[in-house]
């Protein structure tokens, strides 16, 4: 989000400037609702704090050393990973059923949605700067590199750290539901990798539809979502709505930011 802001200014097209607007009120509230969600399982004893510190560091690292214009590459890149994983979760019936507790899918719906919409925003603007094709591509390759490293160590981790592991035929039943995971599969990772080929722009998958059918879904007249708003009515089609909704929250919108013709 940072990285979007600091091109802000640069950005002389008024479309794109009110998504820009769209983009950082959706991810600052998808932010602290985040934030009151880890807290929450910090309570019930996970180490998410300790978790979020160290991503802190590292992408206060990152800001440090890179220039503004590769951070912004960068973010354009994980844009693109939140934007398929959303695109998984609100086509795959198999996905959504992973979650243990209907507020925390219902925290993530939001968030998929909301990721959908404003896919292409940091793409468009790192591409309004004058961003290249080659620091693209590779800050994409490094980062996905980077991800499945860092998964990798985090699971290692959690099962060393976990009693359960240890328990005869543990282990392998977790692998044979792994291999049959919806999120850890092929397509998944060709859709990661799309971003590479040359030209290519997020809204070559075009998630109009998809978009327009879990807003209706979610926030539409019998929106399953609808008692976590207080505000946000008059919801005009196409337009970047930032709404707040969380975990046992029924807190409220603060404003109808970006039209979003683009999708
Ligand atoms: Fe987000
Ligand atoms: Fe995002």
């Given at each position: 989000m940072r990285s979007v802001r600091s091109f802000r200014d640069q950005v002389k097209d008024p479309e794109l400037k009110r998504q820009v607007a769209g983009f950082i009120g959706q991810e600052a509230l998808h932010g602290r609702e985040h934030?009151?969600?880890?807290?929450?399982l910090a309570e019930l004893g996970f180490p998410t704090?300790?978790?979020e510190r160290i991503i802190k560091k590292v992408i206060a690292i990152r800001e440090r050393l890179l220039s503004p214009?590769?951070?912004?590459?960068a973010t354009a890149a994980y844009e693109?990973?939140?934007a398929t994983l959303a695109e998984l979760l609100l086509t795959s019936e198999e996905a959504r059923a992973l979650f243990g507790h209907e507020e925390v899918k219902n925290l993530f719906l939001w968030h998929a949605l909301e990721e959908s919409e404003h896919k292409a925003v940091a793409f468009d603007v790192y591409k309004a700067v004058g961003g290249s094709e080659r620091m693209r591509v590779v800050?994409?390759?490094l980062l996905r590199l980077t991800f499945v490293l860092g998964i990798a160590v985090q699971v290692t981790a959690a099962l060393l750290l976990d009693r359960a592991t240890y328990r005869r035929g543990n282990l392998r039943r977790s692998w044979r539901r792994l291999r049959r995971s919806p999120v850890v599969n092929r397509k998944v990772w060709d859709q990661l990798?799309?971003?590479?080929?040359?030209?290519?722009h997020p809204d070559d998958r075009d998630t109009t539809a998809l978009v327009e059918r879990w807003r209706v879904e979610l926030f539409?007249?019998?929106g399953t979502l609808n008692d976590k708003l207080t505000g946000a009515t008059d919801r005009a089609d196409g337009h970047l709505d930032v709404l707040i909704v969380g975990p046992g929250r029924a807190s409220a919108l603060s404003s109808r930011t970006a039209s979003n013709s683009t999708q």
């Open positions: 934030r009151a969600f880890n807290d929450r704090k300790q978790v214009k590769s951070n912004l590459a693109h990973f939140t800050t994409m390759k990798r799309e971003y590479d080929r040359p030209d290519f539409g007249e019998h």
